[in-house]
């Protein structure tokens, strides 16, 4: 018996043909979509922060972290080296000026001063008898001229007598023993005259040398200051007094001549020192303001000195307080200092967000009226501080953005949003 084949519809027929058309159709639609309106998608309002553009004061301000430091800081270095033989005081220990910190030993230092001061001494002892020398030379030559003055005056007054009786009585004195006497008076007082011109000479040689000698002997005496001071440097003392914040010796341990073992730090006022960014090295200069809280109190600071050297992409910066010395501060207390670049003034504000990273802040998503949907808009920013951005460009007082992260978005067009943001701020 036959069976009647039953008629199939036609759509079952040309369902390929059908499907291949939907699929044209689909791909058609999505171009006409992206040439009139560019990419859409659709985003989860719930997900994403916002932000009103407002219009305030604004003072561009970059955060850095300081670290409070010792205005004045002292280091102990080892004058002479040796072998740690007693440590007197700890680290982080109150000091004052004078006190004993370490005693050190060095016998070949010892042994070397004894043999220096052996010779110095007899050095000493080689110009003190040259000074005894050369003062018993101008003693001697004084006496002489004492004599020829005492035989002078002698023959002066025989001569007198004898010239006087001369002339009473010829026969009394005779003329050869006047003329002898004479002789010798001229003879005696030549004698002098030239005792005198060496008495001269030699008292102007003798001061040129007694004056080099005492150079000499003072000379050997700061040696042998210079030796007692190198032996005691083996005793280090503190310079100052402060808190001993670091000392690295051991007992028994070997230090250097000049090697640095610790320092001592003032306590009466403090600095500031930081790291900033190579990016603001040509807008950072000496006497620039900055600010910082610490345990509820602001503390005003401007920078004292700039180190130049850049290293691993950032520059160093000292701060002095400015109106107190950071009293209730301590030493090695990090704090956040905004580091400011000019006075306030009222521009555009754009806060700042995620939405940075993403975009350079070069353009951002600006939310429509019906608050369901976000559009791309160019903008152009300016100055910065830790909050917001100036905006020089792009946007009015009253716009919304969307200042999250952009990653997910894929640069599209326009956001759809699942919901109006009104409902989730």
Known sequence: ??????????????????????????????????????????????????????????????????????????????????????????????????????????DSLVQSSINN??????????????????????LNLREQLLDYNFQINQLEIDLERQEGISKHNKNLISQSQLEDNKNRLKYNKDKRDILIKRIDLEDELRETQLSQIQDSILQVDKNLDLIKQTLDSLNVRSPISGQLSTLRVELGRSILQGENIGKIDILDSFKVRAEIDQ???????????????????KHDIKISKIYPQVINDVFTVDFEFVGDSGVGIKPGQSVQINLSFGDEERVLLLSKGSYYRD???????????????????????????????????GLEVGDWIITSGYGSFNEAEKLILSKKVTEIN
Request: proline share 2%; net charge neutral.
């Open 279 to 297: 990016f603001y090295i040509s807008k950072v200069s000496i006497g620039q303001f900055g600010e910082f809280r610490f345990d509820g109190k």
């Open 117 to 138: 001061e052996s010779l110095f001494i007899e050095n000493m002892s080689s110009l003190r008898e040259r000074q005894f020398t050369l003062t018993t030379q101008q």
């Open 359 to 393: 975009t350079g802040g070069r353009w951002v998503y600006v939310l429509g009226d019906d608050g369901m949907s976000a559009y791309k808009r160019e903008i152009r920013i300016g100055r910065q501080n830790s909050q917001n951005f100036e905006l020089v460009e």
């Open 1 to 106: 018996m036959d069976r009647k084949l039953e008629k199939k519809p036609w759509f079952v027929k040309h369902r390929l043909a059908i499907l291949s058309g939907v699929a044209l159709l689909s791909v058609i639609t999505y171009s006409l979509a992206m040439s009139s309106g560019g990419q859409k998608l659709r985003i989860d309002a719930e997900r994403i922060g916002v932000s009103q553009v407002t219009y305030g004061e604004f003072k561009e301000f970059i955060p850095i972290i300081g670290i409070v430091e010792p205005e004045k800081t002292i280091y102990l270095d080892v004058v002479q080296g040796g072998r740690v033989e007693e440590i007197f005081v700890e680290d982080g220990q109150q000091i004052a000026k004078g006190e004993l910190i370490v005693r050190l030993s060095n």
